[in-house]
T-cell receptor, first 114, second 115 residues
Framework: AQSVTQLGSHVSVSEGALVLLRCNYS??????LFWYVQYPNQGLQLLLK??????LVKGINGFEAEFKKSETSFHLTKPSAHMSDAAEYFC????????????FGGGTRVLVKP | AAGVIQSPRHLIKEKRETATLKCYPI?????VYWYQQGPGQDPQFLIS???????DKGSIPDRFSAQQFSDYHSELNMSSLELGDSALYFC??????????????FGPGTRLTVT
């Protein structure tokens, strides 16, 4: 079965430190990959997407992610955390053959310490 | 830029009542998706529509139904509400071009509370 897993439900980083959120998918066919951010009581905002073009994808707010087919991973990074990055982050995948619906990972809640 | 509009933003219903959630996609987006996010959970796909036809169905209870209208807005109808239906319901829209997965843009959600 096709699935997506986020390692770590909570991540705590210091302001200015590297943010690394891990996402792995399970599928014989590479999916489309997305990272969304959700602030409290708000909807999901797209950070970035991978759709078979460049493997290193740059998104909004200084985030980027690298698609590694050999590792079936799409980890999200930001070199320097800001207090405003505190939110929940969801990795999501979709497959054209499966109607393009999004399947989400469990989410990672990021806490930024001053 | 125009975003996805959902109404109402908050809804409180009693058990066994009926609720209708509305979604207005971004102009020129012909695909609408509905997701349910329970407390502390990730969003789960319910149902989707493309060009006013149901295109896919996920873990949507039989008590729920949905449709997409000629103006592309969509409604999710929920009957015989149960306490477990309390959740945040998101609508997302995307353009479909040659079947490619363009990103989905999410609305702010409707928070449904069933008492």
């Amino acid at each position: 079965a096709q699935s997506v897993t986020q390692l770590g439900s909570h991540v705590s980083v210091s302001e200015g430190a590297l943010v690394l959120l891990r996402c792995n998918y399970s599928s014989s066919v590479p999916p489309y990959l997305f990272w969304y951010v959700q602030y409290p009581n708000q909807g999901l905002q797209l950070l970035l997407k991978y759709t078979s073009a460049a493997t290193l994808v740059k998104g909004i707010n200084g985030f980027e992610a690298e698609f590694k087919k050999s590792e079936t991973s799409f980890h999200l990074t930001k070199p320097s955390a800001h207090m405003s990055d505190a939110a929940e982050y969801f990795c999501a995948v979709s497959w054209k053959a499966a109607g393009n619906k999004l399947t989400f990972g469990g989410g990672t809640r990021v806490l930024v310490k001053p | 830029a125009a975003g996805v509009i959902q109404s109402p933003r908050h809804l409180i219903k009693e058990k066994r009542e009926t609720a209708t959630l509305k979604c207005y996609p971004i102009p020129r987006h012909d695909t609408v998706y509905w997701y349910q996010q329970g407390p502390g959970q990730d969003p789960q796909f319910l149902i989707s529509f493309y060009e006013k036809m149901q295109s896919d169905k996920g873990s949507i209870p039989d008590r729920f139904s949905a449709q997409q209208f000629s103006d592309y807005h969509s409604e999710l109808n929920m009957s015989s509400l149960e306490l477990g239906d309390s959740a945040l319901y998101f609508c997302a829209s995307s353009p479909q071009i040659a079947g490619e997965a363009y990103e989905q843009y999410f609305g702010p959600g409707t928070r449904l509370t069933v008492t």
